[in-house]
């Protein structure tokens, strides 16, 4: 089993930078591959950004592609979400998430374990 726990979001201007972190517990964590997602208020969760068990391979949607980078360190067992240039539309709560694998990357029905999210709100 794998507890994730997300932390630094919080108020930002427009054009700003974040960076959130999501600090998992278990021995088997490298052996996940991680998402991030986002809700906004009324909206369905959404994809953000993903990244494989061993870093090689990583993925952005469209709307965060080039201002959002994803990064693990198996080491530490933690997973970044460098956010720059933030926009007020990525306003929303912020939640990491594990899955053992899928081809499925952005569906958040194929993840198996989820932190609680932190609040990410740019402001105009």
């Known amino acids: 089993q794998v507890q994730l726990v997300e932390s630094g979001g919080g108020l930002v201007q427009a054009g700003g930078s974040l960076r959130l972190s999501c600090a998992a517990s278990?021995?088997?964590?490298?052996?996940?591959?991680m998402g991030w997602f986002r809700q906004a208020p009324g909206k369905e969760r959404e994809f953000v950004a993903h990244i494989k068990w061993n870093a090689r391979n990583t993925y952005y949607a469209d709307s965060v592609k080039g201002r959002f980078t994803i990064s693990r360190d198996n080491a530490k067992n933690t997973v970044h979400l460098q956010m720059n240039s933030l926009k007020p539309e990525d306003t929303a709560v912020y939640y990491c998430a594990a899955v053992y694998a899928t081809p499925d990357y952005s569906s958040s029905s194929r993840y198996d374990y989820w932190g609680q999210g932190t609040q990410v709100t740019v402001s105009s």
């Open positions: 278990g021995r088997t964590f490298s052996s996940y591959a």
